[in-house]
């Protein structure tokens, strides 16, 4: 593994952005939330303070990802161990496999597709046990930014009036998110004072009111007005878990995932496969470094689409089982290093997103993502509160015997995951790429072009991305050089160039590693309208 990590003043790809170095970091897609963030940190917070703030505001000003209604996960390090928490919600409980009897899929948008927000639930969690400062300190960003209104930044405009194509016969979602009866346009201020006071129902009670009292009335109160199946019940039944996490080593960089319902696994089986291959000889950009983790993601993802559901639910199959060591060896058999391929699952033995990272001077780093699934989730927003709800029943599948199936109180399959790398020990890299599909395959590229081939993190983040569709199809960015797109063609891979805006696109990453005399190096996605910054 590349221990030495050039920072070039001139960029090799083309951001021209360089890595913010501070003691005090955080990094994210949004300005603004970046910086409520970073105010906690100068005000004495910790990491957890600084990222629960960061992820307070995200949901005022990139509605686009997230939202009140959200689910999230965390990895965290606190300065001497590692900890992961899950915060996804389960189905309510009416939600059996016969109310979706006739259907194809499960219903990607409105209320059939909502299950129980998880958000909340962790920045609660993360305060009391590791926060110093209130929730009424935390959420004050968020609570100005909503009730006195921000400037959309462009992105996130663009989304937005995407969003609002699909979206604006939602119930609640015009009257929340369409002021004058449109999308606001970049530069335009968008105000949402329901979610202003939400947010301080959330801070005086500790989250309480939200699945319990007066917010989780008006949710269950909006979902029987709709005849949907969301109750009072599913919210109180609601709870976080402390985890742990799943990892798997490379080289002496160990990639830690949560463990399924999320999709983190994927990451984890790519690279043991990868351990068995010649990546190590390449350098980063060699069409065929690229060839061969395409190849590793396409067979780890034939084995998430068979296997992954809730951990509870994965009773044939587990975790431990897809991570075997003999298992991988197999698996990576079936790369062939000059041809694409078509896998299928193996049978192992058995025995619209938001990300931020924040790190301290105490040695506490943050990894963490949340989000509302599909852009504006289901497109449900509670009136006169600023919830909008995600749609992660979409997540479920209806085939039987499949251990995703949907059935009442069970955890969807997740696809936004949080990552961390350790190396001796040691925190080495707080990463996360959102954008659906892509965030497994993210960490796979993220994690490689920083530990093996030693590069920056913000020069990592910049350099052109690829991602695995299905079969043989490969998306590619356009600032992919045509020669590397013309290598990969003649392997068999079927090369689409996509725009970055395109419906996953290639994410947005934020990464913050330690430098070796203290203090971090933070990089931010220029894909997004975020920033790294810090003191």
Known sequence: MNRNT?????????????????????????PLAAQA??????????????????????????????????????????????????ASGRSPAAWTPDRFAGLKAMPERGWESVTVPGAISAWVELAERFGTLDLPTLLAPAIRYA????????????????????????????ECFMPGGRAPRAGERFRNPDQAETLRQIAETKGRAFYE??????????????DAALTVEDMAEHRADWTGTISTDFDGAELHEIPPNGQGIAALMALGMLRHT??????????QALH??????????????????D????????????????????????????????????????????????????????????????????????????????NRGFGFTLAEDHPNRVA??????????????MAGGRPALSLGVMGGPMQAQGHVQMLLRTMLWGQDVQTAIDAPRWRFVSGSDVACEAAMPNKTREDLASRGHKITVEPPDSAFGFGGAQLIRPLPDGGYAAGSDPRKDGQAVGF
């Open 6 to 30: 050039d920072y070039p003043h001139e960029g090799v790809y083309a951001s021209r952005r360089s890595a913010v170095m501070a003691g005090n970091v955080v990094a994210t897609s949004q």
């Open 408 to 421: 009442p109180r069970k955890r969807p399959f997740h696809t936004i995951i949080p990552g961390f790398a």
């Open 278 to 287: 010649g990546i190590r000889d390449l350098s980063a950009d060699d069409p």
């Open 37 to 86: 963030g970073l105010s906690m940190l100068a005000q004495g917070g910790n990491a957890i303070d600084a990222a629960i703030a960061t992820a307070a505001a995200l949901t005022v000003v990139e509605p686009t990802g997230n939202g009140l209604g959200s689910d999230a996960f965390c990895i965290l390090w606190d300065g001497t161990q590692l900890h992961g928490l899950n």
């Open 147 to 174: 009730e006195e209104g921000f400037p959309v930044s462009p992105v996130i405009a663009a989304l937005w009036a995407r969003g609002a194509s699909l979206l604006k016969n939602q119930p609640g979602f015009a």
């Open 213 to 226: 009292g007066a917010l989780a009335e008006k949710i269950a109160a909006f979902a029987a007005q709709h």
């Open 292 to 309: 061969l983790q395409i190849e590793a993601i396409k067979i780890a993802f034939a084995d998430l689409r068979a296997h992954v559901a």
């Open 311 to 390: 951990s509870e639910a994965m009773t044939g199959v587990t975790p431990r089982h897809l991570l075997d060591g003999d298992y991988l060896k197999q698996r990576s058999a079936l790369i062939d290093p000059d041809h694409a391929q078509t896998p299928g699952a193996g049978a192992p033995k058995t025995g619209g997103t938001v990300y931020l990272t924040t790190a301290d001077a105490s040695g506490m780093m943050v990894s963490f993502i949340q989000s509302n699934y599909s852009g504006f989730g289901s497109g449900v927003v509670v009136p006169g509160t600023g919830i909008s709800l995600q």
